[in-house]
């Protein structure tokens, strides 16, 4: 009998590791102050994403095509992770997130590109950026930025 009750049971142990392993998130911030401390305390550099994601058709693919791979979530491990979104969908946000992206982006996105991702040590200087992306799922350059600045 308890043979029978184990093998109904290991199907279903089973399909609890496959959806642990397949829903692994990447933990991001949206806060930068609060990210630098973790990174101060972790001693890692930050990578910021900025992103338009409600109007941005690079940044639509960009997620598909790089942010949701096995590849970044291996080489952000040694991130402290931070999204700073500008929808053009103001009810996307709060108002107290929308003025904080603003100052991240008015600090470190000078130039208002999106997709861009820029590498920061845990005091907030910038180390190293990427903008853009062609859409057609070669993310190499992403990767090299992340692999590079470990």
């Known amino acids: 009998m308890k043979k029978f009750f184990l093998l109904l049971a290991l199907p279903l142990l089973m399909s609890f590791q496959v959806v642990s392993e397949t829903t692994e998130v990447n933990d991001w911030k949206y806060d930068l ?11 890692k550099n930050i990578l910021i994403y900025f992103t338009g994601s409600d109007w941005c058709p690079p940044c639509k693919m960009l997620k598909k095509d790089f942010f949701d791979t096995q590849e970044f979530d291996e080489a952000s491990k040694n991130y402290i992770l931070v999204y700073v979104d500008m929808p053009r969908n103001q009810d996307l946000l709060s108002s107290k997130q929308m003025l904080h992206n603003k100052g991240v982006i008015a600090a470190y996105n000078k130039r208002g590109v999106f997709p861009l991702l820029k590498v920061l040590n ?22 090299q930025l992340l692999n590079k600045h470990k």
Not at 122 to 143: F, I, P, Q, T
Request: hydrophobic fraction near 25%.
């Open 33 to 43: 102050e609060s990210a630098k401390k973790l990174a101060k305390k972790q001693d």
């Open 122 to 143: 845990s005091k907030g200087k910038s180390l190293d950026e990427y903008s853009g992306y062609a859409m057609n799922g070669d993310v190499r350059y992403h990767l």
